[in-house]
C-alpha cells in the first residue's frame, strides 16, 4: 500500500474515514464538531494549494 505525499489528500482522507466511521458506528466524543471542520479546512487549504 502506499501512503500519499500530498498533506492535504492525507488530511482528506483521514476526514473521510472518522466521518464514515462517525456515521456508521454513531461514534460521537466532545469537541468533534471542532476537529472535524478544522481536519476539513486543513485539508482543504493544502489542497488549494497543491501541498
Same mark, same amino acid.
Given at each position: 500500500m502506499k501512503v500519499t505525499k500530498n498533506l492535504g489528500m492525507l488530511l482528506?482522507?483521514?476526514w473521510l &474515514?472518522?466521518?464514515g466511521l462517525v456515521m456508521i !458506528?454513531?461514534?460521537?466524543f466532545e469537541g468533534q464538531p471542532l476537529i472535524m471542520s478544522i481536519?476539513? &479546512?486543513?485539508?482543504g487549504v493544502l489542497i488549494? !494549494?497543491?501541498r
Amino acid at each position: 500500500m502506499k501512503v500519499t505525499k500530498n498533506l492535504g489528500m492525507l488530511l482528506l482522507s483521514i476526514w473521510l &474515514i472518522v466521518n464514515g466511521l462517525v456515521m456508521i !458506528l454513531k461514534f460521537s466524543f466532545e469537541g468533534q464538531p471542532l476537529i472535524m471542520s478544522i481536519l476539513a &479546512i486543513a485539508a482543504g487549504v493544502l489542497i488549494l !494549494l497543491g501541498r
